[in-house]
T-cell receptor
């Protein structure tokens, strides 16, 4: 089945530093990937849609200069949290869906998430 | 704006009980409704429903969609402690490039 890999699984960083999170589709190509954020005891909230070869689309209220998204290839998207603050501490999850052939109707699959703690 | 409401918010049952989780939605250009199970990490896929009245089943779990009344249920029979998790319902619309709108989830705890 479709596999999405996310790295790192967890990261602790100091306030003011930047953190990069990678999302890879391992056995399929994805021109579009999605970045979600989940605060404790809350549901997943879509932050942005990552588009291969073009700019990401951000949801309302998400700062594009703070959460930099790069979709460098058909299998890799990165999210960089710049100048991180403690309130950015959260669980970040990426997702993607196969877009070609018989798997086009498959559901979105999620990476294992990255737990970010900013001290 | 698309909206997904799940109920109950949380539920505690004894092992062996049967539970029914509810999901109602409002979405323009409905494409599919999905159920996910989330334990400690990212959600794992359970079911994708696109047609009304067709039950999908996987072991002790089953789900059905009513597109007229705009809701879905997820049933778990003979619950086990390993079923303890957050169950998320999400909807997808056509023309949104596979973007999902999630409900707040139902937190299920199965006790011995």
């Amino acid at each position: 089945g479709a596999v999405v890999s996310q790295h790192p699984s967890w990261v602790i960083c100091k306030s003011g530093t930047s953190v990069k999170i990678e999302c890879r589709s391992l056995d399929f190509q994805a021109t579009t990937m999605f970045w979600y954020r989940q605060f404790p005891k809350q549901s997943l909230m879509l932050m942005a849609t990552s588009n291969e070869g073009s700019k990401a689309t951000y949801e309302q209220g998400v700062e594009k200069d703070k959460f930099l998204i790069n979709h460098a290839s058909l299998t890799l998207s990165t999210l960089t949290v710049t100048s991180a603050h403690p309130e950015d501490s959260s669980f970040y999850i990426c997702s993607a869906r196969p877009e070609m052939g018989s798997r086009n109707n498959s559901p979105l699959h999620f990476g294992n998430g990255t737990r970010l703690t900013v001290t | 704006e698309d909206k997904v409401v799940q109920s109950p918010l949380s539920l505690v049952v004894h092992e062996g009980d049967t539970v029914t989780l509810n999901c109602s939605y409002e979405v323009t250009n409905f494409r599919s409704l999905l159920w996910y199970k989330q334990e400690k990490k990212a959600p794992t896929f359970l079911f994708m429903l696109t047609s009304s009245g067709i039950e999908k089943k996987s072991g002790r779990l089953s789900s059905i969609l009513d597109k007229k009344e705009l809701f879905s249920i997820l049933n778990i029979t003979a619950t086990q402690t390993g079923d303890s998790a957050i169950y998320l319902c999400a909807v997808e619309a056509y023309g949104t490039a596979s973007k999902l709108t999630f409900g707040t989830g139902t937190r299920l705890q199965v006790t011995l």
